[in-house]
């Protein structure tokens, strides 16, 4: 029924083989897609999802901001805009509690 697969790794470029067993779990877990990584660089994604990295973004960008509430410096890990107030983390924790 299935055959095995010479597929090619879309993180470092090498071909790798999804087996007719690969195939048959996939359609077993209802899975639609193939994969797209080698085993290597899926076993590799997952240890950087596991230490809480998503990819190679390295570590999350900050960006400083003047609290609406208390004035004081902060940073958050989104770009501001400017319609919306941003809180400090001690404020925004009284604030959310307020809604």
Do not use: W
Not at 9 to 37: D, S, V
Not at 47 to 53: F, L, T, V
Not at 73 to 96: H, I, M, Q, T, W
């Amino acid at each position: 029924m299935y055959e095995d697969k010479t597929l090619p790794c879309r993180e470092c470029g090498q071909e790798f083989i999804f087996t007719a067993g690969e195939q048959e779990f996939y359609q077993q877990k209802g899975l639609l897609n193939q994969p797209g990584r080698c085993p290597d660089c899926r076993a590799k994604r997952r240890q950087q999802m596991a230490a809480g990295r998503s990819g190679d973004h390295g570590p999350r960008e900050m960006h400083k901001i003047i609290c609406a509430e208390c004035g004081n410096e902060g940073e958050v890990p989104f770009l501001p805009k400017n319609e919306k107030p941003v809180y400090c983390s001690a404020c925004y924790d009284r604030v959310r509690v307020r809604r």
